[in-house]
């Protein structure tokens, strides 16, 4: 399954019955699946099943999705108001005798309010339940733009993050490569601390003492060591494909975790130098992974 990111735009037109419509999909970064739906009065009732199609495909992502329906003309009919016609012909009999009755002309009644009244033809369930299968497919075909999409913008991410990646492990490589970690340099550091603490007058106990602490505290091993599995970690995920956004953000914590904890113990300038580059690159990891799925 490909990477996605959360961002992306898809829109389905077509025609529904009497209706033309158009769907439009937004998508942005979001903790969840979270939908928002602008639906044409009328027509909540596919919401629900709209929910369907895009947990369907999708499991993370702020959705904006919208429906405009444009209805054709409809089909109308005449309908007779008899109440209204009878009216009309008690009137005209009511008054026959008052006034020189002409006969009645069927334009003549059709002029008159009420009579005659021209509705439009009310959709048939079938018809409704065809233009609500319509609709429903179309917002599937939009679903699957907006995923192929997501997909393709998923995969220039996974580019981008590993070669962040590729980064963080030259610089922990660079630590673990540095003069200031052999042997020689840590035994003369040790030597040079020990004298210092010699001279503040630390009785022999005390000073080894001192001496184990300052070593432990200098210590990278542990650090690099993390690093590594991590960075080994990241790799594996990002060739998962999956969902997998929430875990390299964590690992992007971890790994920040790690940078710091290298520029605290950090006795070299270039050890240093190195915790704070790694500190601007998985910075720059974390962001993009914000955007993954």
């Known amino acids: 399954m490909p990477l996605q990111s959360m961002t992306g735009f898809a829109r389905q037109e077509g025609t529904a019955g009497t209706a033309r419509f158009v769907w439009e999909l937004r998508s942005v970064n979001g903790k969840a699946l979270e939908l928002r739906f602008r639906l044409p009065p009328g027509l909540d009732h596919l919401e629900h099943p709209a929910r369907a199609l895009a947990s369907g495909r999708l499991t993370r992502g702020n959705l904006q999705i919208g429906l405009?329906?444009?209805?054709?003309?409809?089909?109308?009919?005449?309908?007779?108001?008899?109440?209204?016609?009878a009216a009309v012909i008690a009137?005209?009999?009511?008054?026959?005798?008052?006034?020189d009755p002409a006969p009645l002309r069927l334009d003549t009644l059709l002029s008159l309010r009420g009579v005659v009244e021209f509705r439009e033809v009310d959709e048939a369930d079938e018809e409704r339940a065809a233009r609500d299968a319509a609709l429903l497919d179309a917002l599937a075909r939009a679903f699957d733009a907006l995923r192929t999409m997501r997909e393709g913008e998923g995969e220039a991410l996974r580019q981008v993050l590993a070669g962040h990646l590729d980064r963080i492990a030259a610089l922990v490589e660079s630590v673990e490569a540095d003069p200031s970690r052999s042997q020689a340099a840590i035994a003369a550091r040790l030597a040079q601390q020990?004298?210092?603490?010699?001279?503040?007058g630390l009785d022999r106990d005390r000073l080894h003492l001192e001496a184990a602490l300052l070593a432990a505290k200098s210590d990278l091993r542990e650090e690099i060591d993390r690093l590594r599995a991590h960075v080994v970690a990241a790799r594996d995920l990002l060739a998962e494909g999956r969902p997998v956004g929430r875990k390299l953000d964590f690992l992007a914590q971890e790994f920040n975790r790690e940078s710091n904890t290298i520029c605290s113990k950090s006795n070299a300038v270039a050890v240093t130098a190195a915790g704070i580059e790694l500190k601007v690159v998985i910075d720059q990891f974390r962001e993009q992974v914000q955007n993954l799925e």
């Not at 405009?68 to 016609?85: G, Y």
């Not at 020990?194 to 503040?200: F, K, R």
Request: proline letters at 3%; hydrophobic letters at 50%.
């Open 68 to 85: 405009s329906l444009a209805a054709r003309q409809a089909p109308v009919t005449a309908v007779v108001n008899r109440d209204a016609l």
């Open 91 to 99: 009137l005209r009999t009511e008054l026959g005798g008052l006034i």
């Open 194 to 200: 020990v004298s210092t603490l010699a001279d503040s």
